[in-house]
């Protein structure tokens, strides 16, 4: 594996290193919740973090995202080390990501949870949007226009004025993900995307995964439980048991190293 | 044609994203508007103007400040009284201390100055939520009260500890002080209530709205895709004390003309103000308007039939008011969390599609 | 010892009895939101509530009284009979019993599962309603609630104490009643841990807190709990009502110390029993000492607004309270 990228199997080309974990360890009391853990993800790549319950995955993706500050190591984006962050400073760096329990906005419509992943690009001022007319009209069309590209993408266009609340699971999970797009993130974080979702409705997922990786060229790093699908969709694969990696590489690699099958797909065989 | 929206297509999103989608609901707006403009002031009497229209369109202006705050960003406060008193006693301070200027400013001015003193006081909310944060707002409730009524600098040192609104006028026609007349004060309202309408509808229609929405609706996710918690909660606090100080401004100067801040500004107008928004409905500006109306004619309504026409004591009718009210939150909270609003849109869905409503 | 300190000695026992008030106050609330999540600002109304109808039955009035006057053109006032102090206390507890049940029925049942916020809201409702029934009941004039408890100042504690200070000092002035408060709240405090550590509702009671799902899955009654918490919370708000009201005769007023007792909250975290002890204390010390020392630099009244401003800075560094657990937010 060169510093340059790599070629995956299936002949895309994957590049340089984007965000780089070093030695994050993620303590919550006397809990070691992530203890020592460095990978990286690279540029266009779809990379998985698979483990059983409480390995600490989520906890992974929140240091990502910001919303933990782990304790120890340090996290490179572009080359560079980020100093601790806020959330939504994060959000504004270029990266997005969905969650576990869906995490819509309930008392609004699905156009407006989509346009909420704008908020990071709209910079018109108080004044301006007070004022509505001008500016303020401007954005919000040019910005509406962005997002109905996404609700096409994602078909979605007929619960477009709906209140998120009303909607069945699966289509609030495809909102979600709208909303995460809709900020057309660098790198988009998915923390079990497939969750609870029936065979029909997870190939719907895989393949909008696959297709938002091919035609926006956006790096995902993603967790979930269904190996099937890890396998088929993700580049390369980190494995995590109780807070520590015990494997790191192509889907094949890690089915056959040793110490994940004895820790984790081991015991799920049995 | 009442109500229509099959075969009404909006080519642009401006068209779909206006305020009133539904052509018959923008007649109705621009008729109800040209009633209020060029009607209703030739037709005001006294009597109207102070205890039904004046006093409406001063509530209507709290509520959609309150509103914003609470319906549209979630964080619930029971300092209204105490952010009115600030709107009043800025309005006074101002009135006094630069009498060539014209009150629209003074007015506009002490909007200003109650949004910096709201956002001093939305800070708190950053750490504290939900009905912590409602509790701490009673702090600023409390302490602005005690503020206006010992230190008599805010009175002008006068003997009463009252404040009282000099005459002012506007092209001519006096609108505070004993001698305006019902049609102008009614008239000032009115022209600041549209003006608030029109910014509260603006402000919440666009990205500052949203990040207010998502604020209310799921703090956490919000921060996480891009919303400053800080800012969003803060221009919410500043934007809403903006409305509620030129509506205890309006208050004091054009509606009451004397004011003494524990009188006018008790906890008593915050619950009130509150109940107005609960009932009328939580983010919606419309139902600002609804909730303020329902909660200024109760009290009319109930004193005509039970004093005027049954004859009982009005003290008894006070106390049944109490109980009415009471009841119609609780009652509204189960059945309808969003107010009298909802029950007009849901109204309004079954109308847009009649006859055909399969 | 001089005697300004010793006064503010004084300043200081006087805001520890008040605390103590204040604290049993604020476990009302503590008992309800424990088990039911519900914030419950109509506490300090029911207060009122109860030392109204206390008054009311004692008196043998007649309930609704001068309403069916108004509406039929009646002259009824009294049933002519007075009750004793011990069988109105009890009726009374028993008319809070009902409203607890009535609350539940037709209010709370039907918000299980709201937010907290739209639970409050509710309670601020309730509030007024209660006050409206209460003033409907019996009148809103003040009244005196006669029940032989002992008042004025304890000479025998400013005898006692008088020699303390030298020739500037004329002993503690101690109010009778408040000692009896005191004492009561004590008594009442320990009598609810009691129940709630040693008896069988009271398990169910703190299952119920933990978890409402686990509880309702091992066959606790949630409706039963709900309604048992209501009435222990009538049973605070009587005693409160008592206290104060012999101190200050039964009137509106009386429904504002639930004010007192949000901040009481605030500082000792919405779940603990000693949290709401150590907070009252705390406050009534608090707002006692700075009116004492800060209240005449700046017009005094400072206790209108001292323990929400002392809360609201507190809550600024401590979100969860003195006692209350370390909030970790998850996603």
Redesign the interface.
Known sequence: MLDEGYVTADGRQIGGVMMDMRGITLRFGGVEAIKNISFDIREGEIRAIIGPNGAGKSSMLNVISGFYNPQEGEVWFHGKRRPPMKPFQVARQGIARTFQNIALFEGMTVLDNVMTGRLTQMKSGMLAQAIWKGKAEREETANREVVEKIIDFLEIQAIRKTPVGRLPYGLKKRVELARALAAEPKLLLLDEPMAGMNVEEKEDMSRFILDVNDEFGTTIALIEHDMGVVMDLSDRVVVMDYGRKIGDGTPDEVRNNQEVIDAYLGVAHD | MLYREAGDFKT???ED?QTFPIAFDRWRYWAVLAIAFLVIPFVINDYWASSLMVPFLIYAIAAIGLNILTGYC?Q?SLGTGGFMAVGAYACYKLMTAFPDVNIVFHVLLAGGITAAVGAAFG??SL??????L???T??AQ??L??LF???AWFYNYSASGQINAPERFIFGTAVTGPSAPAWAQYLVCLVFVTFCAV?AR??T????G??W??I???D??????????LKAKL?AFA?SSFFIGISGALFFAVYLGAVEAGDSFG?TKS?LV??MV?LGGL?SIFGSFAGAAFLVILPVFLKIIGVDV????T??VA????????????FF??KE?HGLAQLWRLAKEKLRLWPFPY | MSADFLYGIEVIINGLMAGVLYALVALGFVLIFKASGIFNYAQGVMALFAALTLVGVMEGQVPFSHVINAVFGTEIHHFGWEVPALLAIFVTLMVMVLFAWLVQQLVFRHLVGQEPIILFMATIGLAYFLEGVGDLMWGSEIKTLALGLPQGGSLVVEDWTAGLGGDDFYGFFIDKLDMVATLVAIVLVAGLIGFAQYTKQGRAMRAVADDHQAALSVGISLNFIWVLVWSLAGLVALVAGVMWGAKSGVQFSLSLIALKALPVLMLGGFTSIPGAIVGGLIIGVGEKLFEYMIGPMVGGATENWFAYVLALIFLVFRPQGLFGEKIIERV
């Open positions: 642009s999103y401006p994203s979630g619930v800070l708190p750490r504290i939520k939900g009905f912590y409602a509790v701490a009673l702090a409390f302490f009260v005690w009524n010992k230190v910014l603006n402000l229609r666009g990205s500052l949203r990040s929405m998502a209310r609706d799921m956490i996710a919000a921060e996480i895709i891009g919303v400053n918690p221009t934007v906890i619950f509150l109940f609960i983010g049954l004859g009982w004591p003290e008894m106390h049944l008011q109490l109980v009415i009210v009471g009841a119609l939150i609780m909270l189960i969390p």
